[in-house]
């Protein structure tokens, strides 16, 4: 069974850091792998979806990389700004248990950054 | 605005009411799914429908029952539910699954509570 961790649960920096939040994950055989943002008692956005045979995307401050092989992804954030304080949940698709063509998304617990003025 | 609305944003219901959540997406997809997000744990997948056919019913009890008329709405139906399903409930969809097209799109949710 696919389980997905997040590490560290919350962080906490001042403006202006940069800054590496962590995923891992524990069966390297996934489709892709997506990094959402959500605010408090809202949706989730989507941020970059990285193809398994992909290493890297960038999209203006945020660059995320995957390392399939040994499971891990990172989401590195550039000179934080307040602005993007939430919750960040990393996903990974896959089968699924039952296979076939039932893929599914497995999501982290999430971190939960604050960047202080 | 992610082109996934769901609405009602909030409910409130009796654990012997029945009520509907609806979720219609604008972006052409073919894939919707629900999900459910309690406080302290992970998303769980719940029901994903593909060109409105469901594929995945992650063992949720039958006191949700979903419904996909079309590729654009997706309705959960709720009826006795439990305290415990208290939750934030959740609608995403996306163009395809497995590997290509499958960025998912959610809605802000609906945030309900059962008394």
């Known amino acids: 069974k696919q389980e997905v961790t997040q590490i560290p649960a919350a962080l906490s920096v001042p403006e202006g850091e940069n800054l590496v939040l962590n995923c891992s994950f524990t069966?390297?055989?996934?489709?892709?792998l997506q990094w959402f943002r959500q605010d408090p008692g809202k949706g989730l956005t989507s941020l970059l979806l990285?193809?398994?045979?992909?290493r890297e995307q960038t999209s203006g401050r945020l660059n995320a990389s995957l390392d399939k092989s040994s499971g891990r992804s990172t989401l590195y954030i550039a000179a934080s700004q307040p602005g993007d304080s939430a919750t960040y949940l990393c996903?990974?698709?896959?089968?699924?248990?039952?296979?076939?063509?039932?893929?599914?998304?497995?999501f982290g617990k999430g971190t939960l950054l604050t960047v202080n003025p | 605005e992610t082109g996934v609305t769901q609405t009602p944003r909030h409910l409130v219901m009796g654990m012997t009411n029945k009520k509907s959540l609806k979720c219609e997406q604008h972006?052409?997809?073919?894939?919707m799914y629900w999900y459910k997000q309690s406080a302290k744990k992970p998303l769980e997948l719940m029901f994903v429908?593909?060109?409105?056919?469901?594929?995945e019913n992650n063992s949720v009890p039958s006191r949700f029952s979903p419904e996909c008329p079309n590729s654009s709405h997706l309705f959960l139906h709720l009826h006795t539910l439990q305290p415990e399903d208290s939750a934030l409930y959740l609608c995403?969809?996306?163009?395809?699954?497995?590997?290509?097209?499958?960025?998912?799109?959610f809605g802000q949710g609906t945030r309900l509570t059962v008394v």
């Open positions: 995403a969809s996306s163009q395809g699954t497995g590997g290509l097209n499958t960025e998912a799109f």
């Open positions: 069966d390297s055989a996934i489709y892709n």
């Open positions: 972006l052409g997809h073919n894939a």
């Open positions: 996903a990974v698709e896959d089968r699924g248990n039952s296979g076939g063509s039932n893929y599914k998304l497995t």
């Open positions: 429908y593909n060109f409105k056919e469901q594929t």
């Open positions: 990285i193809q398994s045979s992909q």
